[in-house]
């Protein structure tokens, strides 16, 4: 990697005093930055704090109310992803913009050819694309279908579609967000061997480890304001954090202690898989009683058809599975929650709330018919009594509790779940990556409760796909692959490079053999 | 008579091939609106307008293409209209579909009233006249079958192939099935996912049009109420059947017909003395369904199907 001083004379991207409202949102705030030959910078901030429409804006799919974007030296007309495209900016999504009934080639050749023409050279287009994979290291079958690749894979698709067009310069929004450790690490080499070819590197992330390891200059955004520019070398994970977030970032403390009772266990239990998403396959598994449980993998590997099992979505097709030392009948989510069972589910959005219902009525979805009706009818007074009690004690920032939910924040709808749950004083949790999509100080606080509730004895199984939270909150690390789960691992005795061997789906096998 | 007879005679396969014209430019028409993300329901009363614009247009003396080219026009300004409100304004194609073929269909039987105010039973045309393709139609067997057809049947399946290389070996096709099955993708590469959709529903439903016509100009010499008779919504159904590819949604139009002839057929046979026409009436109707259960449960839907896309939005 080059420095980024020694070029400094002709950047090949400059952003200059950006700003750009949605409403009485500003999102980005006079926001100006340069962008060196072969320099790679990071582009660090909380959810919210201006990245991604920043990056939208210099790709031309956000029109900017004020600033410019120059490339080269030359301004790029503003809202025209072609234009942004033509003067060679490749841009990665979060949410991947591939077609998935479409092959890799055709995924990469769209948009590349002029629409009237009369061919698709498809030969040319798919050697072209192999060329660049070797070059690249970026393996991927050009004839395969989009649909049926991994999220790794598809992610190499798009960073060949950039190179495909000749981008100089990538952009990567939080591009190792569904990677495997050793997936981001062979990302990172791509990068660097992109680096070493002359191209310029813009990548967004809210990891810090990840911008000490791969940036040249880290930039820091907050509130939509450019608070901070540091060379990457020169500063640490601390200051970076503390910039990200204005302030001292307070994680919770897990002391170790020794395990409850187990709870909730499963013996050899399998469930069909749904479609395409695996079901379980001989899951061993026990949650005991002040203990979290951690549930790592790649998403998409079973973690879902464990989650729709405990909170009685799903009954298990075979195995045994207990709770409290009772094995359960007849399952179904009312049962699971008449056995204790605390619900946050992986899509608040989608099956933790209503959106068009209001605080009260989200406050009360899963007890109603017991604790709020007498007689059919519904005891709307006590209800919103118990709404305006969780909007107090979980500090829950809205308007009040006739407020629609689809108008609160993520982190401030995340509270008013996380309270519904904890208010029945669950024995078991079921916490489904109960922080995506949330602010650091929304993460400590839903963390900070969970640690809580493992003190007051529960046991929570907390799925996440984020490596770090899973190893910082975890007791005990269980691996989820294909459907399979590994055994578990206590509390630091497992580096995250192993659990990502596990993760990419190494050593069940042996597991197997041994058993 | 009986079946096996029936099915090796060369009649019944000239008439199958026949009756699965129309059907064949509707389901094309479809299938392209589909593919980029737009389910067509106007589909019905595009195909009544297409059929009534062609043969009133024969009738005050175009020649029988330029009465094909006035139906394909009626279709895409209809088209326009759909696209109109399902794309750039994000309604709801359900209702943009259904309001559409009630609007075309209200609006045939009056201009119908209006042009021809004294008219007991509509006029005659001369309509598109077999043209034995020389040699080919000369084959033994079911050589006069296919290739004793009138030059609408033929244009039927070159269209077909025409679709069938467009959407497969053109960066449009390339470009238009990407917009059925994720708009963003289509976005994030500087083209028009508005432009790519409207394109698609106009010249898709140009050819439901083209479908209507062959009713009026070629099947038949003249244009009743109620002769398109929910072909469109057949139409709506073979493209399921097909799984969105044109080939196959051919051979379920095929299939349809054939066993619409044949049902024509076995009412003449002994049986149908006995069973009430009725049924057999029903029978091609309950065989497609039969044939949909099993054929398309593993189809590939576009991703984006009736999925309205705006540009900005998060």
Request: aromatic residues 8%; contains cysteine; proline residues 5%.
């Amino acid at each position: 990697m080059t420095g980024p001083h020694d070029q400094k004379a002709q950047p090949v991207l400059r952003l200059s005093n950006i700003t750009k409202r949605f409403g009485a949102l500003t999102a980005n705030d006079d926001v100006s930055f340069d962008l060196a030959r072969g320099e790679v910078i990071a582009l660090l901030g909380e959810n919210g704090a201006g990245k991604t429409t920043l990056m939208n804006i210099l790709f031309g799919q956000y029109t900017a109310d004020a600033g410019t974007v120059e490339v080269f030296g030359e301004v790029l007309p503003p809202g025209n992803p072609r234009a942004a495209l033509d003067a060679g900016v490749g841009m990665v999504h979060q949410h991947f913009t591939l077609a998935g009934n479409l092959t890799v080639w055709e995924n990469i050749v769209l948009g590349t050819e002029r629409l009237g023409a009369l061919r698709l050279d498809a030969k040319a287009a798919k050697a072209r694309i192999a060329d660049l994979s070797r070059r690249f290291h970026l393996a991927v079958d050009p004839a395969a279908k989009v649909g049926r690749l991994t999220v790794g894979e598809r992610q190499r698709v798009e960073i060949l579609k950039a190179l495909y067009r000749e981008a100089r310069i990538l952009i990567l929004d939080e591009p190792t967000a569904v990677l495997t450790p050793q997936e981001s690490e062979a990302l990172f080499k791509t990068l660097r061997e992109a680096v070493g070819q002359g191209l310029s590197v813009v990548f967004i992330s809210h990891k810090l480890h990840e911008v000490m390891a791969i940036s040249d200059r880290t930039i820091v955004l907050r509130h939509g304001r450019l608070v901070a520019e540091r060379a990457t070398a020169e500063t640490s994970r601390e200051e970076l954090a503390a910039l990200m977030v204005g302030g001292k970032v307070s994680a919770p403390k897990i002391e170790a202690r020794p395990a409850g009772p187990a709870l909730l266990r499963l013996a050899g239990v399998s469930t069909k898989g749904e479609g395409r998403a695996p079901g379980l396959r001989a899951v061993d598994l026990t949650l005991h009683a002040g203990q979290i449980t951690g549930l790592a993998g790649v998403s998409g590997n079973g973690q879902k058809a464990l989650s729709d099992l405990i909170s009685g979505l799903v009954a298990p097709a075979s195995g045994q599975f207990e709770i409290v030392g009772e094995p359960v009948g007849d399952w179904s989510p009312r049962r699971a929650l008449a056995r204790g069972i605390g619900r946050i589910p992986e899509d608040r959005h989608r099956t933790g709330t209503i959106a068009d219902f209001d605080l009260t009525e989200n406050a009360v979805l899963e007890t109603y018919a017991q604790d709020f009706a007498r007689h059919g009818w519904m005891r709307w007074g006590a209800a919103r009594a118990q709404a305006e009690s969780l909007i107090a004690t979980y500090d829950v920032r809205c308007p009040g509790p006739e407020t629609r939910i689809r108008l609160l924040s993520g982190g401030n709808m995340q509270k008013l779940i996380l309270g519904r749950v904890l208010e029945t004083a669950p024995r078991i949790i079921l916490a489904n990556q109960p922080v995506r999509g949330l602010d650091i100080g929304a993460v400590n606080y839903v963390h900070g409760r969970l640690a809580e509730a493992r003190e007051e004895g529960a046991a929570v199984l907390l799925i996440s796909e984020d490596l770090d939270e899973i190893m910082t909150l975890s007791d005990v690390i269980h691996v989820m692959s294909e459907g399979r789960l590994s055994p578990g691992f206590t509390r630091g005795t497992m580096r995250a490079e192993a659990l990502g061997q596990w993760m990419a789906g190494e050593g069940f096998g042996r597991v197997a053999d041994a058993s | 008579m009986d079946i096996f007879e029936i099915l090796t005679s060369a009649a019944f396969w000239a008439a199958a091939i026949r009756i699965a014209s129309p059907l064949i430019f509707a389901t094309m028409g479809e299938l392209i609106c589909e593919r980029a993300g737009v389910l067509n329901l106007g589909i019905e009363g595009i195909m009544v307008a297409g059929a009534f614009a062609g043969w009133i247009a024969v009738y005050m003396g175009l020649p029988l293409w330029g009465g094909v080219a006035v139906a394909f026009a009626t279709g895409m300004m209809l088209g326009a209209l759909h696209g109109l409100l399902s794309v750039p304004f994000g309604l709801s194609q359900h209702v943009v579909g259904i309001g559409l073929t009630l609007l075309a269909t209200s609006l045939t039987f009056y201009t119908y009233r209006v042009v021809l105010p004294e008219v007991s039973s509509p006029p005659k045309i001369t309509a598109f006249q077999p043209y034995p393709i020389p040699g080919l139609s000369e084959i033994p067997g079911l050589g006069s079958a296919f290739f004793t057809q009138t030059p609408l049947t033929y244009a039927a399946f070159a269209l077909v192939a025409l679709v069938a290389f467009v959407l497969y070996r053109t960066p449009l096709g390339l470009a238009v099935r990407a917009a059925g099955e994720s708009p963003a993708a289509v976005a994030a590469q500087g083209l028009s996912v508005t432009a790519i959709r409207m394109g698609a529903v106009i010249v898709g439903s140009g050819f439901m049009a083209v479908g209507g016509a062959f009713l009026t100009l070629s099947a038949f010499d003249s244009f009743f109420f109620d002769m398109v008779n929910g072909r469109g919504w057949i139409c709506i159904a073979l493209v399921v059947f097909g799984a969105w590819k044109p080939g196959k949604a051919m051979l379920g139009a095929i299939l349809f017909a054939a066993f619409d002839a044949l049902q024509i057929r076995l009412q003449q046979t002994p049986i149908g003395a006995l069973v009430p026409y009725q049924l057999f009436l029903m029978m091609p109707y309950l065989l497609s369904i039969l044939a949909l259960v099993l054929m398309s449960r593993r189809a590939e839907v576009p991703a984006a199907l009736m999925v309205p896309f705006n540009k900005g939005e998060r």
